[in-house]
C-alpha cells in the first residue's frame, strides 16, 4: 500500500483545512487509516484514526470537537477534517494505514507499516 497526503497549506486561526490521503492498493477498505501529527521540536503524536468500516473513529482529546475523520473506501481515500484550527495546531500531519491494528494499540505509531510522505500544515495567530 502506498499512502499520498496533501491538503496542507497555510491558514489562520480560527480556520479550516480538509487534509486527504489517497491509498493505492485493493485492500485498503480492510485497513485502518489513521492521522498523526509532528511539530518542531516534538515527537510525532496521534490525532485520529478510523476503522475499516468507518464505523469508528478515535480522536485525540487535544482536538476532539473540532477535527473529524472519515473514509471513502470506493475512492480509497481517508480524510481529516480540521475546523477552529489554533496555533498549536501546527505541524506535519502523517497519513498511516495497516490491517492489523488491534484497538488497544490504534494510537501508537508502531502499529502502522504504511504511512504517508506527510503534509505540512501551518497556523498563524
Known amino acids: 500500500v502506498q499512502l499520498q497526503a496533501s491538503g496542507g497549506g497555510l491558514v489562520q486561526a480560527g480556520g479550516s483545512l480538509r487534509l486527504s490521503c489517497v491509498a493505492s492498493?485493493?485492500?485498503?477498505?480492510?485497513?485502518?487509516i489513521s492521522w498523526f501529527r509532528q511539530a518542531p521540536g516534538k515527537e510525532r503524536e496521534f490525532v485520529a484514526a478510523?476503522?475499516?468500516?468507518?464505523?469508528?473513529?478515535y480522536i485525540a482529546d487535544s482536538v476532539k470537537g473540532r477535527f473529524t475523520i472519515s473514509r471513502d473506501n470506493a475512492k480509497n481515500t481517508g480524510y481529516l477534517e480540521m475546523n477552529s484550527l489554533k496555533p498549536e495546531d501546527t505541524a506535519v500531519y502523517y497519513c498511516?494505514?495497516?490491517?492489523?491494528?488491534?484497538?488497544?494499540?490504534?494510537?501508537?505509531?508502531?502499529?502502522?507499516?504504511?504511512w504517508g510522505q506527510g503534509t505540512q500544515v501551518t497556523v498563524s495567530s
Open positions: 498511516a494505514a495497516d490491517g492489523s491494528v488491534i484497538i488497544s494499540s490504534i494510537r501508537y505509531e508502531a502499529s502502522y507499516a504504511y
Open positions: 492498493g485493493r485492500t485498503f477498505r480492510s485497513y485502518t
Open positions: 478510523i476503522r475499516w468500516s468507518g464505523g469508528s473513529t
